[in-house]
């Protein structure tokens, strides 16, 4: 059965999850940029599988699912950054990694049951 509306969507469930998570952790960092941006790229994540998944064609969703990915990447990026700041210690870095390599893969899962 196909999926019918995006909430319906695992990798967007646990990105939205993922998001709420990277807030918490950085709701009372006081580098406003680097809050602001790893904030946007964790929402950006499921943005972009909802907006993808409204599009005219599994090509478009695809294209989006592309760009979840890298928003996912960002997010790990600027955690491995937190951590050198001091923003967050090893542990919360390790379970967030860990969170985003999953949402990666189950998003790639999903790309190839698209093509």
């Known amino acids: 059965?196909?999926?019918?509306?995006?909430?319906?969507?695992?990798?967007?469930?646990?990105?939205q999850e993922w998001a709420v998570a990277i807030y918490k952790?950085?709701?009372?960092?006081?580098d406003f940029y680097y809050k602001n941006q790893i904030?946007?790229?964790?929402?950006?994540?499921?943005n972009n599988i909802a907006e993808g998944f409204?599009?005219?064609?599994?090509?478009?969703?695809?294209r989006f699912l592309y760009y979840s990915i890298a928003?996912?990447?960002?997010?790990?990026?600027?955690?491995?950054?937190g951590e050198k700041l001091l923003y967050i210690n090893t542990d919360d870095l390790n379970v967030n990694i860990?969170?985003?390599?999953?949402?990666?893969?189950?998003?790639?899962?999903?790309?190839?049951?698209?093509e």
């Open 39 to 46: 904030c946007g790229a964790a929402i950006s994540i499921s």
């Open 54 to 62: 409204d599009r005219s064609s599994n090509p478009d969703f695809i």
């Open 1 to 15: 059965m196909a999926i019918q509306r995006f909430e319906d969507i695992i990798a967007w469930q646990k990105s």
């Open 25 to 30: 952790l950085f709701g009372s960092t006081k």
């Open 98 to 114: 860990e969170k985003g390599n999953e949402i990666s893969k189950i998003i790639r899962g999903l790309i190839k049951s698209l």
């Open 71 to 81: 928003s996912c990447s960002e997010v790990k990026s600027m955690l491995y950054l």
